[in-house]
């Protein structure tokens, strides 16, 4: 007997963060990243055609997931009507507690890709186009706006300062994923003292901040 032929279920549009939550809950389920695309698809019954519209590798996916971070840090900033108003230290302040509160909610998976996958400084290619949107971002905090700053810094670029900016990023970054005090109010406390330093040497007082800087680093590390 002839039967009617029903149509297929309409299939569940795709979009780049599905993937990244596949890829982050692949990693998480089996402690290692998926071998290669083909893998990944078959396991996620996705069409390969269809994955490569939105990334070019399982490498791209491991950019894109920290692009994410940091666009959901910048989103969750200007939601802030009071931020526009901030001096410059207030928002590194704020860019940085923003940052590390959302590398909390995905901490398991920031430990795998940076520390437990034994790939070593490797994996910092994953920050790549994160590095420069955040050295975007911190060039354009550092805005300055009378001429006795203006004295102050003469000899310090905005790409000096994004680079300084970044490789205290790396250094508070690696203090989290080490930090085991609750909260990692450990690394509250490291991110305050680290922003009172660099605002101190861009005026005229560095001397204490670095005195203080350097006795929590000590103390945290050495004792």
Same mark, same amino acid.
């Given at each position: 007997?002839?039967?009617?032929?029903?149509?297929?279920?309409?299939?569940?549009?795709?979009?780049?963060?599905?993937?990244?939550?596949?890829?982050?809950?692949?990693?998480?389920?089996?402690?290692?990243?998926?071998? #290669?695309?083909?893998?990944?698809?078959?396991?996620?019954?996705?069409?390969?055609?269809?994955?490569?519209?939105?990334?070019?590798?399982?490498?791209?996916?491991?950019?894109?997931?920290?692009?994410?971070?940091?666009?959901?840090?910048?989103?969750?900033?200007?939601?802030?009507?009071?931020?526009?108003?901030?001096?410059?230290?207030?928002?590194?302040?704020?860019?940085?507690?923003?940052?590390?509160?959302?590398?909390?909610?995905?901490?398991?998976?920031?430990?795998?890709?940076?520390?437990?996958?034994?790939?070593?400084?490797?994996?910092?290619?994953?920050?790549?186009?994160?590095?420069?949107?955040?050295?975007?971002?911190?060039?354009?905090?550092?805005?300055? #706006?009378?001429?006795?700053?203006?004295?102050?810094?003469?000899?310090?670029?905005?790409?000096?300062?994004?680079?300084?900016?970044?490789?205290?990023?790396?250094?508070?970054?690696?203090?989290?994923?080490?930090?085991?005090?609750?909260?990692?109010?450990?690394?509250?406390?490291?991110?305050?003292?680290?922003? #009172?330093?660099?605002?101190?040497?861009?005026?005229?007082?560095?001397?204490?901040?670095?005195?203080?800087?350097?006795?929590?680093?000590?103390?945290?590390?050495? #004792?």
């Amino acid at each position: 007997m002839a039967t009617i032929k029903r149509p297929n279920a309409k299939k569940k549009l795709l979009d780049d963060n599905q993937i990244i939550t596949l890829y982050m809950n692949d990693v998480l389920e089996h402690n290692k990243a998926p071998e #290669n695309v083909y893998q990944f698809c078959k396991v996620h019954a996705i069409e390969e055609s269809e994955f490569y519209t939105f990334f070019g590798s399982l490498d791209a996916i491991k950019q894109d997931i920290w692009v994410k971070f940091f666009e959901n840090a910048i989103v969750t900033i200007h939601q802030e009507e009071a931020y526009v108003g901030y001096s410059e230290k207030n928002k590194m302040l704020t860019l940085y507690f923003t940052l590390f509160e959302i590398f909390t909610l995905n901490r398991s998976y920031i430990v795998y890709s940076l520390k437990e996958n034994k790939e070593g400084l490797k994996n910092l290619q994953a920050l790549k186009t994160f590095r420069k949107q955040f050295k975007d971002f911190v060039g354009g905090i550092m805005n300055p #706006n009378t001429e006795e700053k203006e004295n102050k810094v003469k000899k310090i670029t905005k790409p000096v300062f994004s680079e300084g900016a970044w490789i205290q990023f790396l250094f508070i970054l690696k203090f989290w994923l080490d930090d085991t005090s609750k909260g990692f109010e450990k690394t509250d406390i490291l991110i305050e003292k680290s922003v #009172n330093t660099s605002a101190d040497l861009m005026d005229t007082k560095p001397l204490e901040s670095l005195l203080d800087l350097g006795k929590f680093i000590w103390k945290e590390k050495f #004792n």
